[in-house]
């Protein structure tokens, strides 16, 4: 048995559209009863984040594939996204079990106000013993829709709420070595070293057309989530119960760190850069050797259009980012700065342009 899974106390449990719909795009009620059964047989605490809208509202608008175009994607949000928590409030409440709707978009996870606002939500709906269902707001964010799917969102929403562990279920069984239809691939047990362990794998995408999420999705959501302190557990939907009771089914990806501070954290991983801060040598490594603040006399160039407080990458010479922060001045203020030192800048000037409390290693 796995410990990282029987002794977690807080869960977040996030499926693909794939694994709750009909080959022809509605919900399949046998499926949502099974993952429903598996989750409240836990005794831990479960976020779910719930993919699946879309694909819920495709049989009732009568289309036959998932549409491209954003307008038809988001007509089937907008049907597809009552029926979905229909199915949940039903399948629950088979338990007695109270489910909440937690629509969130990327503003939610990224801006520091709405993301401790989401955080206190989900933490009161647990705190009153219902479980919240956690899902993109299709129909309004276009960002999503276009490049995402709900990987992602779940590893931010399992660091945000500070879950244990994150079961990522799919419609593959876990990670393998290679395409698991042909011959020779295997399935990896335990990832310890992204780097190492995953070497040389070949990665293809998810096998269903409802969904929009594959395997280098999953591996990403899984990297964000260990090194925020949260062990992931990759496996397919009819596992579910298996992986939640702690047997070795799928692919456990073990944290690669202690949990960090929550504000690097968003910093690092929940945050857009609005901008780019060009640095020379001397301040690369006075940034990321020294972990020293970075000053007006150490940039080259500023790219981009942001406002004091806003999120922006600083990058070496060559263009590779090195660190993010939380930036001090306009953009349209920098530019006369450049180069200059606090003492030639004179009153007024003597802020650090991202003060070392503000910023993270990338």
Do not use: C
Not at 23 to 35: H, N
Not at 164 to 185: C, E, I, K, M, Q
Not at 249 to 259: C, E, I, N, Y
């Amino acid at each position: 048995m796995r410990a990282q899974v029987t002794t977690a106390r807080r869960i977040v449990v996030k499926v693909g559209s794939s694994s709750l719909t009909t080959a022809a795009g509605g919900l399949d009620p046998a499926r949502v009863d099974s993952l429903v059964d598996a989750i409240t047989a836990t005794d831990a605490e479960v976020v779910l984040v719930s993919s699946g809208a879309i694909a819920a509202g495709l049989a009732p608008l009568g289309l036959p594939r998932r549409p491209r175009d954003l307008a038809t994607q988001q007509a089937a949000a907008s049907v597809g996204q009552g029926l979905l928590m229909r199915a949940y409030t039903e399948s629950f409440g088979r338990y007695g079990r109270v489910v909440g709707q937690v629509l969130l978009t990327v503003d939610d996870v990224t801006r520091r106000a709405h993301y401790r606002n989401a955080y206190r939500t989900l933490q009161k709906l647990l705190d009153l013993g219902a479980l919240p269902v956690v899902n993109e707001n299709d129909t309004v964010a276009t960002e999503e829709i276009r490049f995402g799917d709900n990987d992602r969102l779940a590893a931010l929403v399992a660091a945000l709420v500070r879950a244990d562990l994150l079961v990522l279920l799919s419609d593959v069984d876990g990670l393998y070595t290679g395409d698991p239809s042909r011959p020779g691939a295997e399935r990896l047990a335990e990832v310890r070293d992204f780097d190492e362990d995953l070497a040389g794998i070949s990665i293809g995408r998810a096998r269903s057309g409802v969904g929009t999420g594959g395997m280098v999705t999953k591996i990403e959501a899984a990297r964000i989530a260990a090194y925020s302190g949260v062990s992931v557990v990759l496996t397919s939907a009819p596992q579910a119960a298996a992986a939640l009771a702690g047997a070795e089914v799928g692919t456990l990806f073990h944290q690669a760190r202690a949990r960090p501070a929550a504000r690097l954290f968003w910093l690092a991983h929940a945050t857009a850069p609005r901008g780019r801060l060009t640095l020379d040598a001397g301040a690369v490594r006075a940034v990321v050797d020294r972990r020293a603040s970075l000053l007006p006399a150490g940039i080259v160039s500023v790219d981009g259009r942001f406002a004091a407080g806003d999120p922006v990458d600083l990058v070496d010479p060559a263009g590779q980012p090195v660190a993010r922060g939380l930036v001090n001045y306009d953009a349209a203020e920098l530019p006369g700065l450049l180069g200059r030192t606090t003492m030639e800048l004179g009153p007024g000037y003597g802020r650090e342009v991202v003060h070392r409390d503000d910023l993270v290693l990338l």
